[in-house]
Nanobody
Framework: QVQPVESGGGSVQAGGSLRLSCATSGFMYCSNDMSWYRQAPGKEREFFSGIYSNDGVTYADSVKGRFTISRDNAKNTVYLQMNSLKPEDTGMYYC????????????????WGQGTQVTVSS
């Protein structure tokens, strides 16, 4: 299965925590840049975190200090620990995978998960 699969979404009160997972398929000679996006109803989908093949990590200012991204390469899985959640964090959360590698025949191809809903109540 090529499409990433997100899980771990749900409803939580403000100040609570959720841990999202994104499982991907492994391909021979390919590594992955993994990113998280989110989209509220009626709004543009926005990038907010990524973890890359060089171990670099990126956070948008809106989540910095509250969210932590990590990955388990052996399991082809990326995680997102979300703490101190706010109502404005509510939205559909999507995982995006981009294949990388000099010997990866599919390098540059991107794949989106179907999304998992996160709802934060006040």
């Amino acid at each position: 299965q090529v499409q990433p699969v997100e899980s771990g979404g749900g409803s939580v009160q403000a100040g609570g925590s959720l841990r999202l997972s994104c499982a991907t398929s492994g391909f021979m000679y390919c590594s992955n840049d993994m990113s998280w996006y989110r989209q509220a109803p009626g709004k543009e989908r926005e990038f907010f975190s990524g973890i890359y093949s060089n171990d670099g990590v990126t956070y948008a200012d809106s989540v910095k200090g509250r969210f932590t991204i990590s990955r388990d390469n052996a399991k082809n899985t990326v995680y997102l620990q979300m703490n101190s959640l706010k109502p404005e964090d509510t939205g559909m959360y999507y995982c995006k995978s981009i294949l990388r590698g000099g010997y990866c025949t599919m390098a540059g191809q991107s794949y989106w998960g179907q999304g998992t809903q996160v709802t934060v109540s006040s």
